[in-house]
């Protein structure tokens, strides 16, 4: 058994402190004219292909990074000892056949804690009880990153168990790395549940990764995206693998991208996206969404002229009249009325009140109950585990009661899930309730009106999409009084990221919201580096 006493992290870091950690990299990588702030995927493959930049360097630079920020903002779990050999493999390679290559080949990715990878990182949704447990093979979105020669950076902290465990542990809280940090407003929540992913994606201006994945259950993708004014991408459940990953509903489970750019989306969606012998029939079934030559086609600067917005405000805006975000919005629709689309204000879903409601609309019982019997097949598959099922994990908490790290927020969700009975007609009762729920909602709005996305701020939507397994974009859109991000997103009926993504992505182009964060509160020092 580990040791579980982690030294506790202390914010008041001073500038002094994070100098004087001792490096096994020079802080940027010397011989290297790169700019590293704001990299993007286009601009690091443009560097490698001049030959100013290559994968070891940029690796190098982002374990540097790491190793400065991590203390902070506590972003990342576990680094890949084996970063550095991929890295340099994948420029061996380029080197040899300069051609045709994946725009994530020698790219680092960064994975959230509960993508499991057969290699020497742990897959443990940042809890205790799941480290040392070894999966059977690579997760199958992990599996199409390594066949491409993206290199596995490391493993992303997250909101424990996806945010499953516990109704009261803080967003970006989990026991292995303790609570997850926003790099623009350290007071502000990072949200989560792939909170990591997205703060490691945000924390730019000295960078620590390139792109990342993460999952979504209801909102755990585009809520961190929004709260650390990055992209995330929710796609049509099915569409990426949830092979291998931990799960808590394969009805609602996603895997998909976080990053500063819609584009560096894009080209990790067109990476991961596809049919697994081992999430059939989802993944077989939603194969028939994606476009012939990718999803990089839709990367369209004009991609607003024409389309159906319809916005969701009753219930989605609770912004008061007179502040920011209320007026950057209104602008927003306004430079997307100039770009040719067609907004439809102020349109309503059927029972909106119920979709939000958790507990109302069914989704409670049916996570809680789902849950146990798929992290049960879960552990069942693992190589080797100190715990085989959730009564295991239960106990493993109970256990280690007396290690605050481990028990401070409780297991309330655990126990509401462990004693459920599987699937029953109950169950099955309030599964159909959220399909009528969808299809009077969502479906029915979208089809009247010839929708081609509904729209709300920040994760508002989540719920929505969630309960039907619809796809889903957000974008930043704005920083409010005290710099803390806001963002806008996009949602649609399945298989309908094509049309999100031309919306996303010329939103984005046309209104460059993103900066850097500011790391205000306690990151002055990191502005001083
Ligand atoms: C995985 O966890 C084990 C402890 O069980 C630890 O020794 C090892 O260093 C971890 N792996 C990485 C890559 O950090
Ligand atoms: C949803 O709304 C429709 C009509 O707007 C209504 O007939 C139906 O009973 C509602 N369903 C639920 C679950 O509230
Ligand atoms: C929903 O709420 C009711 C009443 O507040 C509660 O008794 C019930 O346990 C909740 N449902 C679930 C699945 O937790
Ligand atoms: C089905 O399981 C749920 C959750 O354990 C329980 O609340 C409900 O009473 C069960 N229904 C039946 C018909 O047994
Ligand atoms: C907006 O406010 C309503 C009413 O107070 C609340 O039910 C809802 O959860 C809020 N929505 C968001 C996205 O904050």
Known sequence: M??????????????????????????????????????????????????????????????????????????????????????????????????????????????????????????????????????????????????????????????????FRSETAPSGWCARSGKGINPYVASASPCGSSSGSAIAAAANMVNMVTVTLGTETDGSIICPAVANSVVGIKPTVGLTSRSMVIPISPRQDTIGPICRTVRDAVYVLDAIVGYDVYDSPATKEAAKYIPKGGYRRFLNFDGLRGKKIGILREGFFNFSKNSVQAKVFEQHFSLMRKKGAVLIDNLQIANTSVILDYNQSGEE???????????????????????????????????????????????????????????????????????????????????????????????????????????????????????????????GLKGFEPRLIEIAYAFEQATKVRKPPSFKDNFQIVSDL
Do not use: C
Request: hydrophobic share 40%.
């Open 365 to 491: 019982l049916a996570l809680v109950s789902e849950f146990k019997v798929a992290l049960n097949y879960y552990l069942s598959q693992l190589t080797s585990s100190p715990v085989r099922s959730l009564a295991d994990v239960i106990s493993f908490n109970e256990n280690h009661k007396k290690e605050e790290r481990i028990q401070e927020y409780g297991q309330l969700i655990f126990l509401e899930s462990e004693s459920t009975k599987g699937i029953n007609s109950t169950v099955r009762n309030a599964i159909s309730n959220m399909a009528q729920l969808s299809s009077k909602g969502i479906e029915t709005l979208m089809k009247e009106k010839h929708l081609d996305t509904i729209v709300t701020e920040n994760a508002a939507l989540g719920p929505i999409l969630a309960i039907g397994g619809y796809p889903g974009i957000s974008v930043p859109a704005g920083y409010d009084e005290k710099g803390v991000p806001f963002g806008i997103s996009f949602g």
């Open 2 to 163: 580990p040791s579980l006493y982690l030294h506790r992290f202390s914010f008041s870091f001073t500038l002094v402190t994070l100098l004087s950690l001792s490096l096994p990299f020079p802080l940027y990588a010397q011989d290297s004219s790169f700019e590293f702030t704001e990299a993007t995927v286009d601009s690091i493959q443009a560097a490698f292909k001049s030959g100013s930049l290559t994968s070891v360097q940029l690796v190098q630079h982002y374990l540097s990074m790491i190793q400065n920020l991590n203390p902070l903002l506590r972003a990342v779990i576990e680094v890949n000892p084996d970063a550095m050999t991929q890295a340099a493999k994948a420029d061996l390679e380029r080197r040899r056949y300069p051609y045709n290559r994946n725009r994530l080949h020698g790219i680092p990715i960064l994975l959230k804690d509960n993508i499991g990878t057969a290699d020497k990182l742990n897959t443990t949704a940042g809890s205790f009880a799941l480290l040392g447990s070894v999966v059977s093979r690579d997760s199958g979105v992990v599996t199409r990153l390594r066949k491409i020669g993206a290199v596995i950076l490391g493993k992303a902290s997250m909101s424990e168990w996806a945010y």
